[in-house]
């Protein structure tokens, strides 16, 4: 009788146990997912901009045809890159080069720098760029609370039942991550 | 952060038992010398249920009144908005309503009952006289605040000390309009002014009051704050020039009030200005750690 209630008191408490485990698991997922999506909200916000920006430029450049181009071959590869950190990390830094070069043409046709339109879409860019950055250090601190569950004792005995395995981060590459260089 | 949460919300319902048991004890106390015990201790349960009902539906509303909060409009205030939003993003946190208080004095706070129902308001002295990575550590420390629950606890705190605050003013000015006795010499039988009775009860109930805030809004919250800030910020040299420029700032916000002093993020009323009893009740309500010990701290990250 006695052993009986020790097995099931044991039982409750292995459930309970695991129970917890399982439900921390599938909040760290989840929130790694909501963080994923959260940076496709922003890549998809900039993606919007770019054709109008595209318009405002040519109106003022015209001729600097290899920098508009460029961006919208980069907006071209971003909307057909594959969903996956890797890809989309490599999209995103082709992106941020095109745009920066854009940006860089303000500088060189005072007319384009004082239109309206362009001054509120590069604030409007600039400020999506930097939602961008942040939603990836959202994702990077998810992933990492993600896959310390996933990888420390005892969490991983309930992970490797779920079959769930570690996520990549989202790193931005060595040519993001230095200034441009600024010629004179 | 888990546990940081629960014991916040721990610490949220304490409070709201402490405040109405020292308000049912004060009405009961009252109700004795008065010689109508019951009743006087029902109308306190009453007074203080609707404070304690109020200050979890109603507080954050009120504390942004109190401090003269306008919404910050999206077009003028665009950068501040960006800033606020892209700072949820890193932290998750859904984005909170944007309030400005019109005020010279650099200073800030957040308050509301969870993070889907939370403001954070920042003075114009503050937008003025801070740069753009100075203000994101200051908008990071109050969306810490918000994340772990603090706000809670310090906004109902906010109510509580201000009824307090409130009903021992007017008992002090009631005692004093009776010439300082309870009991006027030439008055016609013993008409006694009850007031009274409830004006000593508080001068004695306040400073314990002031001590059970000081527990609940324990001064490690603040610290705590500007650590997950920078975890937010990833910049701590951001908050430590803010939290530097605040502190050789002297201009006192005269947006605060006794009540509101511990939300802020920098003492308001530094003392300088201000009149002997304020800044005696001000000593009574300290809730903030000093700002050089605050920054030493983050000197260390």
């Known amino acids: 009788m006695i052993a009986l209630i ?38 998809k916000r900039r993606l919007d901009l770019i054709p109008n920006l595209v318009e405002t430029v040519k109106g003022y450049a015209a001729h600097e045809r290899q920098t508009l181009e460029g961006v919208i071959q980069a907006r071209n590869a971003a909307i057909s890159a594959p969903d996956t950190p890797e890809a989309q990390a490599s999209a995103d830094n082709m992106m941020t080069g095109a745009l920066r070069q854009i940006f860089a043409l303000g500088e060189a046709y005072p007319d ?41 004792v005892p969490t991983n005995i309930v992970a490797s039942m779920l079959k769930y395995s570690q996520r990549e981060y989202f790193e931005a590459d060595e040519a993001a991550r230095t200034a441009p260089d600024i010629e004179f | 952060m888990f546990e940081l ?3 916040n919300k721990r610490r949220s319902v304490a409070l709201i038992v402490g405040f109405m048991l020292v308000v049912m004890l004060v009405g009961a106390a009252i109700g004795v010398l008065v010689g109508n015990g019951v009743v006087f201790t029902l109308i306190a349960i009453v007074i203080s249920g609707a404070i304690a ?39 998750g946190l859904p984005k909170p309503g944007v309030y400005i208080v019109d005020d010279p004095a650099p200073n800030a706070f957040a308050t509301g009952r969870n993070p889907n129902h939370a403001a954070i308001a920042v003075t114009t ?13 200051v908008v990071a420390h109050e969306l810490s605040h918000i994340r772990n629950y603090d706000i809670l606890v310090s906004t109902l705190a906010v109510t ?9 003013d007017l008992a002090i000015r009631m005692m004093w309009w009776n010439g300082g006795r309870v009991h006027r010499r030439g008055d016609h039988g013993d008409s006694s002014n009850p007031l009274a009775y409830l004006g000593f009860a508080l001068l004695v109930v ?45 201009t006192v916000t005269h947006s605060a009030s006794t009540a509101t002093a511990h939300l802020w993020i ?28 605050r920054i030493a701290l983050l000197r260390e990250l």
């Open chain 1, 112 to 152: 384009l720098k004082a239109n309206q339109n362009f001054l509120s879409l590069q604030e409007e860019l600039s400020a999506t760029e930097g939602r961008v950055a942040y939603a990836r250090q959202f994702y990077n601190d998810s992933v990492l609370s993600y896959n310390n569950k996933i990888e420390s």
């Open chain 2, 5 to 7: 949460i629960r014991a």
């Open chain 2, 206 to 250: 306040a400073p314990l009051i002031a001590k059970a805030m000081q527990a609940t809004i324990s001064r490690r919250r603040e610290t705590l704050a500007d650590v997950s800030a920078c975890q937010l910020t990833r910049y701590p040299p951001g908050l430590i020039s803010a939290l530097e420029k605040l502190k050789e700032d002297t």
């Open chain 2, 53 to 91: 009902f109020t200050s979890y539906w109603k507080a954050d509303k009120i504390a942004l009144r109190v401090s003269r909060a306008v919404p910050a409009d999206p077009q003028q205030y665009q950068r501040l908005h960006n800033l606020v939003e892209g700072l949820c993003i890193a932290g």
């Open chain 2, 125 to 137: 002295g503050l937008l003025d006289k801070l740069n753009r990575v100075e203000l994101e550590g």
């Open chain 2, 160 to 168: 509580m000390v201000g009824a307090v605050a409130l009903v021992t």
């Open chain 1, 6 to 43: 020790i097995v099931i008191v044991l039982v409750v408490v292995v459930l309970l146990v695991g129970v917890t485990m399982y439900n921390g698991l599938i909040r760290s997922k989840n929130q790694v997912e909501n963080a994923w999506s959260q940076i496709d909200v922003q890549l």
């Open chain 2, 266 to 293: 920098e003492q308001p009323m530094s003392g300088v200005g201000d009149d002997g009893k304020l800044s005696k009740v001000h000593k009574m309500f300290e809730t903030h750690p000093p700002l050089d010990e």
